[in-house]
């Protein structure tokens, strides 16, 4: 299997514009998570999904951020209209069972710089 | 939810000694600790962990261990070499608003750093 898959791995946008993050899950794999990485506030939990159904997205900043997983091997994160401060790197994450389980296996994140 | 502390948040050591990075929790019901390691312009990579119904674990060079009563844990590298260079995170399970329990709580990281 190739991994999680997250595409663009870089993205450069204008303040203001729509934003949308990739990801591909490992085959097989029924938990998706996306975490945001910043150098002030680490990995953090933004949403995750259990057999595409979104089960916990207390931690999406604010209703800019939305997030779909509209089959078991695609989801999309998306930021309108993105701003300065959600430059980060996104990182996406799939496992097989629960987490207290298993391992999580993480994409190679998308950069994302907001101008 | 979860809060975990990591400390130091940038560790030197020279090749070939030993490293210990330490982490707290806040939710006592937890009973999983993974670390993971992340390399340069990767993700993070899962590289062990332990559950509460042991104290230690060991795998080769790497050990974790586990105090429940005082809420930490501990990861130890021995004979370090240069590619034991990386940031790397302790994790606990999350408890989010939202009512999931199926996320993990990351540390800030240590960036270690073998000195040749």
């Known amino acids: 299997d190739a991994g999680v898959i997250q595409s663009p791995r870089h993205e450069v946008t204008e303040m203001g514009q729509e934003v949308t993050l990739r990801c591909k899950p490992i085959?097989?794999?029924?938990?998706l998570f996306w975490y945001r990485q910043t150098m002030m506030r680490g990995l953090e939990l933004l949403i995750y999904?259990?057999?595409?159904?979104?089960?916990?997205d207390s931690g999406m900043p604010e209703d800019r951020f939305s997030a779909k997983m509209p089959n078991a091997s695609f989801s999309t994160l998306k930021i309108q209209p993105s701003e300065p401060r959600d430059s980060a790197v996104y990182f996406c994450?799939?496992?097989?069972?629960?987490?207290?389980?298993?391992?999580?296996?993480f994409g190679q994140g998308t950069r994302l710089t907001v101008v | 939810g979860e809060n975990v502390e990591q400390h130091p948040s940038t560790l030197s050591v020279q090749e070939g000694d030993s490293a210990v990075i330490k982490c707290t929790y806040s939710?006592?019901?937890?009973?999983?600790f993974p670390w993971y390691k992340q390399e340069l312009g990767k993700g993070p990579q899962l590289i062990i962990d332990?559950?509460?119904?042991?104290g230690e674990k060991k795998d080769q060079r790497i050990a974790v261990t586990l105090n429940k009563t005082a809420k930490h844990f501990s990861l130890h590298i021995t004979e370090t070499q240069p590619e034991d260079s990386a940031v790397y995170f302790c994790?606990?399970?999350?408890?989010?608003?939202?009512?999931?329990?199926?996320?993990?709580?990351f540390g800030k990281g240590t960036h270690l750093i073998i000195q040749p």
């Open positions: 994450a799939s496992s097989r069972g629960r987490i207290r389980n298993t391992e999580a296996f």
């Open positions: 085959s097989g794999h029924d938990y």
């Open positions: 999904f259990n057999n595409n159904v979104p089960i916990d």
């Open positions: 939710d006592s019901a937890s009973n999983y």
């Open positions: 332990i559950r509460s119904n042991v």
């Open positions: 994790a606990a399970p999350s408890r989010g608003s939202g009512g999931g329990a199926d996320g993990l709580t």
